[in-house]
């Protein structure tokens, strides 16, 4: 078949790379064949996919030839939903026969009826497929989805869809059809839903700390009730990245807008104040004074397998920390091209092309995303190049009794029972 | 008396029998009495003068060589030689790139040094990097002061509130002024120790009413963090003073102190480091527009002739009044409920200022000096003593301010109700004037229902409430009060009349403590004995 992909966002791309490795052929509008964010460029197997489909002559730049495409697959920003509906004019303007919308954009609810409102005939059809990829796994989610969720009223359009995606389900993957608007929606409810269990489980982490209680026992205790399971139980230092905040944010809005509750608001805004749960701690820990001292970070992608740093707690942290006036020193395995972006020129800010460099001579190691690298240092090697050996532990990676042992004051989210720094960071503080 | 004071009097006399509302019949009379400079227009026509009464007005000034005493002022020569130094609350606003000498030292230089300062302060809050003993961002100001550390940024922070940019709008603004803790015993209730920080104002840094509101103030950061007053010093206090020494021995950290300096009198204050909650509401652009529009008024004030100088003209209006009209009561009535303040702050700056009957020469004056203000929002002040403007006994000159437009770009339901403010305040100017001749029927109606009319006022008509017009209205008084003090001989820039009764207070808070009541009048004592008796009944 032939497909015209719009838009600039990870789905855009995976979907290019996964719909010409399929066979088909996709038109680009844009002259670039790659990503050019960073973010997008670190995603696991994109890259080559894209390579070798512009090599197999699949992926191919004509900005006349897109227009005339059968299928038309947008994902494309919020913010372009104005140029989207424009876009959708002049291809019903240069397309009279059969024509699949397939829209994966987060434009809210009911962009979907205004864009099919835009076609001409019945064989013209919108159909939302609400975006469900996660980054650093997209590529392997896109060809072998859980399920198939699709939104549209037309079974016409919906046989066209599965046609185009049967490589990927095969017959044998859920299917569940709903309206485009209930399709335009899912996500946000989706999203909405992991983020309570996020905020939750993270203000269970403060008040264990309140309450001298170990957060993963709890943890482990809850996920033993199959209503629950396991999963997004893990207390951190906050959640972000760009898409998952997007889809949170409008549904927020939704929400306050339309109903006055102040649910997804509260969230979000008690996500801010845990992301600055590491500066807290190192600000108590020195009494309020961090003009100067050193600050090793490990990590600020938004999560692991991710160069993304949109909305990471680490942004929050370095700004605070920069604003005390200390010296901040950043590793992270993909994301320094995207840090280096954000902070141009920055006085008292350094990258480091080592976890290890990034703690020379450091008052404080402050551990923000959970790479695997991170997890089983050389604590000896660490303790040696630190001024202080100081770990403050945003994602519960180290077991707190073997932390102390390899003498660190140790601060976990949840676990602070564990690591009594009362009296251990006096011993440091004068070590 | 002198010659151009002789005519006034003589004036006075030929216009006695004359009606404001005849007064109004003459022609171009709007045209000929109506000013404009700054962001402002100031209408006249409604005092009662003719042409000829302000020609003897400006012969007035003329006589007095009021040029040389806005040049002294200015300049910075010593106006208040009681306290022996300038009162140069001009210098404030003067841009970066001007200077002005004074005894060798450029003050611009230093002034926009704590202008500097202010704005590191203004954007370490608004970007939420100015962070309590816990980490958390300060989300909630509180600003402790009295007199001219509270009445001029409450008043002028409620008047531009709507000016706040986003940043501002993460943190609220609270004031504090009352000895008695009353308003900060609420607070208290409220507010989380994390998130807030004190502002402590005080030029002196020994007012009693403020130094004990902070003491409550500390008490309570430490009782609910556990922590050190020092610690909670450094994180949760400025300082706003001209003396920093006495605020560093007091626990001020150096490096949370704003200063100025003892040329700026407590009531000219608001636009120095004394402006910080401001600062803190507009941001630091909104503050600069308003030094701007002070600024342009000085201008204006420095070179407009006698004749179209609006704070001059306003003085020698407020002159005519008092010693030539016997009119001893002035109302302050804005239109426009975001000046409510306003009334509170020319109280103080009016009445602190020229409440005087001594003169520079150490003689007691012969002429009345300021007259009571007072004042209140005009619409709900019409519910309240319009009726006495209107039909009592007291002779009351009156400030009508009011902008032309408002809500732009707001619901057409707002929009209307500026109208009809607007139409209430032309209303409510026009019949003080005209009494009955503002009516067709006024012969047939019954005594109580008669207007005499013949009350004289001001009208103030901004273009819009912004910072700069707000800035230049205040500018306009400041330098009417300080004309006025020259024209009655007598120093706007000291306050003598308020230390006495903080003597008195210092011997009886003794006498509290000590459960005595010796030593004093007999009222005095009768009270000491009979609250001491009901504070050991409980």
């Known amino acids: 078949m032939k497909i015209t992909v719009w838009g600039q966002e990870l789905s855009a791309w995976v979907a290019r790379a996964q719909l010409a490795s399929y066979g088909n052929t996709v038109y680009l509008a844009t002259s670039e064949t790659e990503p050019v964010a960073s973010q997008l460029r670190s995603e696991p197997g994109l890259l080559s996919a894209l390579q070798l489909a512009q090599f197999n002559e699949r992926l191919i730049v004509d900005e006349q030839l897109a227009l005339t495409a059968e299928v038309h697959w947008f994902s494309m920003s919020p913010d372009d939903a104005d140029y989207a509906l424009e876009l959708v004019k002049t291809i019903a303007q240069t397309i009279s026969g059969p024509l699949l919308i397939v829209n994966q954009s987060n434009f809210g609810v009911g962009m979907c009826d205004l864009m099919q409102a835009q076609l001409g005939s019945e064989l013209q059809q919108v159909v939302y497929l609400p975006d469900l990829l996660q980054a650093g796994q997209a590529m392997q989610q896109f060809v072998t989805p859980e399920a198939l969720l699709i939104g549209t009223d037309s079974s016409t359009a919906k046989a066209s869809l599965l046609a185009l995606l049967r490589p990927f389900h095969l017959g044998q993957r859920t299917i569940q059809q709903m309206t ?22 993270n203000e269970m982490a403060g008040l264990c700390d309140q309450l001298n209680l170990d957060m993963d026992a709890i943890r482990r205790g809850m996920s033993t009730d199959k209503r629950i399971g396991t999963h997004y139980l893990q207390p951190g230092c906050g959640f972000g990245g760009l898409q998952f905040t997007q889809y949170l944010q409008g549904l927020a809005e939704l929400l306050t807008g339309r109903r006055g509750s102040v649910l997804i608001d509260t969230v979000l805004a008690q996500n801010e104040v845990n992301k600055e749960w590491p500066f807290r701690t190192l600000w108590q820990h020195y009494n309020c004074e961090l003009e100067n001292r050193r600050i090793a970070i490990w990590g600020a992608a938004f999560k692991a397998g991710v160069a993304d740093i949109d909305n990471a707690p680490a942004l929050r942290v370095i700004d605070a920390l920069l604003a005390q006036g200390a010296e901040v020193c950043v590793h992270d395995p993909e994301a320094m091209q995207a840090l280096a972006e954000r902070y141009p020129k920055t006085q008292k800010f350094s990258l480091a092309t080592s976890a290890y460099d990034a703690c020379k001579q450091a008052n404080a190691l402050l551990l923000l995303t959970d790479w695997p690298e991170y997890g089983s240092p050389d604590f000896p090697r660490l303790k040696r190049s630190m001024q202080q050996a100081l770990i403050i532990d945003g994602r519960n990676l180290y077991d707190p009794h073997r932390v102390q042992q390899e003498g660190f004051v140790y601060y976990t989210r949840g676990r602070n029972c564990l690591s009594h720094p009362a009296s251990l960071s006096e011993q440091t503080e004068t070590a | 008396m002198s010659p151009a004071w002789n005519k006034l009097l003589a004036s006075a006399d030929r216009l006695r029998g004359v009606h404001l509302r005849d007064l109004l019949q003459t022609k ?63 210098a404030l606003r003067m841009p970066q790139e001007s200077s002005l000498v004074v005894e060798g030292v450029d003050l611009v230089s230093g002034v926009h040094e704590t202008l500097v300062q202010m704005e590191k302060f203004v954007e370490k809050i608004h970007a939420g990097q100015w962070r309590g003993y816990t980490g958390r961002a300060i989300s909630q100001v509180v600003n402790i002061g009295v007199g001219g550390s509270d009445l001029g940024p409450l008043m002028t922070c409620e008047a531009l509130n709507e000016f706040r940019p986003p940043e501002a709008e993460g943190v609220d603004i609270h004031f504090v002024s009352s000895m008695d803790g009353s308003q900060l015993s609420n607070l208290l209730l409220e507010l989380n120790p994390e998130t807030t920080l004190f502002v402590l104002s005080s030029k002196s840094f020994g007012t009693l009413d403020t130094l004990a509101n902070a003491s409550t103030a500390i008490d309570w950061l430490m009782e609910r963090s556990g922590l050190s007053r020092k610690q909670l010093l450094r994180q949760h206090f400025i300082g706003v003073t001209s003396a920093p020494d006495k605020a560093i021995s007091w626990g001020i950290s150096e490096h949370n102190i704003l200063r100025f300096w003892d040329w700026t009198g407590g009531r000219y204050s608001l636009w120095s480091g004394i402006g910080l909650p401001i600062a803190l509401t507009t941001g630091m652009q909104g503050f600069k527009e308003l030094l701007a529009g002070a600024h342009a008024m000085d201008r204006h004030f420095a070179e407009a002739p006698y004749e179209q100088n609006l704070p001059v003209l306003l003085a020698l209006l407020g002159i005519w009044n008092i010693n030539f009209q016997d009119i001893h009561a002035h109302a302050i009535l804005p239109y426009d409920g975001r000046l409510a303040h306003l009334p509170a702050y020319l109280e103080q700056l009016e009445m602190e200022s020229n409440g005087k009957s001594v003169k520079l020469d150490g003689e007691l004056v012969q002429t009345r000096t300021c007259p009571i203000l007072w004042g209140e929002i005009g619409p709900n002040a019409q519910h309240a003593f319009y009726q006495l403007l209107h039909q009592g006994t007291e002779r009351v000159m009156s400030d009508f301010i009011v902008p032309a437009r408002r809500y732009e770009g707001r619901s057409t339901g707002l929009i209307e109700q500026h109208q009809l403010a607007l139409a209430n305040c032309l209303a409510q100017a026009r019949v003080l004037a005209l009494g009955d001749a503002a009516l067709s029927d006024a012969e047939q109606r019954p005594a109580w229902q008669r207007y005499a009319g013949n009350q004289p006022s001001s009208v103030i ?16 008084y400041e330098h009417k009060v300080y004309i006025q003090a020259v024209i009655w001989g007598i120093n706007p820039f000291d306050q003598w009349g308020v230390e006495l009764g903080k003597k008195v207070a210092n011997d009886l808070i003794d006498s509290l403590r000590q459960q005595s009541c010796e030593g004093y009048d007999q009222a005095t004592s009768g009270l000491l004995a009979r609250i001491q008796k009901l504070q050991q009944e409980n």
Request: aromatic content about 6%.
């Open chain 1, 180 to 201: 485009c608007r209930e399709a335009e929606f899912v996500k946000y409810a989706i999203t909405g839903l992991l983020a309570l269990r996020l905020g939750y489980i």
């Open chain 2, 28 to 90: 171009d009379r709007f045209e000929s009495l109506s000013f404009s400079a700054a962001h402002l227009m100031l209408d006249l026509s409604r005092q009662r003068v003719d042409s000829q009464v302000f020609n003897e007005l400006i012969a007035l000034a003329e006589e007095r060589d009021l040029r040389a005493a806005i040049k002294s002022l200015l300049n910075g020569q010593i106006v208040n030689p009681t306290e022996n130094r300038p009162a140069l609350h001009s």
């Open chain 2, 461 to 476: 008509l901004l273009e819009t409430l912004t910072p700069a017009s707000l800035g230049s209205l205040i500018a306009m």
